[in-house]
Every structure is written in structure tokens, then in C-alpha cells.
């Protein structure tokens, strides 16, 4: 059984950081990219970052990019992802996604999904 455990969400101001991780369990991950998806109230889930097994390739949104930063550690199989300069706009449930490469993870092709953290950017 394989489970995605996210943390590190919460309510931050306008301009404020948060650091959000996933731990990952239940099996080997060899070769899995790992990432994040997001879905904000009223609206479809939205890709955010991606990054291959050896951290060596990451994929971010074009309106993300500069203010994000996604990570790994692969010995404690989790994955990070820094925001910082948050605006009310990134509020939403930020999910952990574990695919087969991280163009899976971009265009949708999720083999786990974690249960989801909220993140709220208050104004």
C-alpha cells in the first residue's frame, strides 16, 4: 500500500513563505518522479512542479516559476516544494502526486495521490 502523506500547509499573509513536504511510503520508488497539483475552490486541479527521481529534472508552471522551488530527498523518500512571495491566488489544496516521470505529472497521469494540504494566502 502506498501512501503519500503531505504537511506544512496553513494560513499565511500576502507575500509570506511556506514550505510544504511529502513523505512517501509503502514501497520502492525507484525511478518515480514526484510533484505537486493544486485545486483551488471552484476550479480544476492545476499542475504546480515536478521533479524526477534523481532530482536531476524539474518542470514548473510558467506563472509559478521564480516563487516556487520543488526538491527531494531521496533517501528519505519525500518531496518539498518552498513558496514564497504568496498571493491570495495560490490559495488552495496543494496535493503530493507521485507518476512515472514528471511530463506524467504535468499533463495529469497520477499513479498515487496524497490526501491534500490547504494552503491560504489571506490578503
Known amino acids: 500500500q502506498v501512501q503519500l502523506v503531505e504537511s506544512g500547509g496553513g494560513l499565511v499573509q500576502a507575500g509570506g513563505s511556506l514550505r510544504l513536504s511529502c513523505a512517501a511510503s509503502?514501497?520502492?520508488?525507484?525511478?518515480?518522479?514526484m510533484g505537486w497539483i493544486r485545486q483551488a475552490p471552484g476550479k480544476e486541479r492545476e499542475f504546480v512542479a515536478a521533479?524526477?527521481?534523481?532530482?536531476?529534472?524539474?518542470d514548473y508552471a510558467d506563472s509559478l516559476k521564480g516563487r516556487f522551488t520543488i526538491s527531494r530527498d531521496i533517501a528519505k523518500n519525500t518531496v518539498n516544494l518552498q513558496m514564497n512571495s504568496l498571493k491570495p491566488e495560490d490559495t488552495a489544496v496543494y496535493y503530493c502526486?507521485?507518476?512515472?516521470?514528471?511530463?506524467?505529472?504535468?499533463?495529469?497521469?497520477?499513479?498515487?495521490w496524497g490526501q491534500g494540504t490547504q494552503v491560504t494566502v489571506s490578503s
Open positions: 521533479i524526477s527521481w534523481g532530482g536531476g529534472n524539474t
Open positions: 509503502g514501497r520502492t520508488f525507484s525511478s518515480y518522479a
Open positions: 502526486a507521485l507518476a512515472t516521470s514528471t511530463r506524467a505529472v504535468q499533463l495529469g497521469g497520477i499513479s498515487y
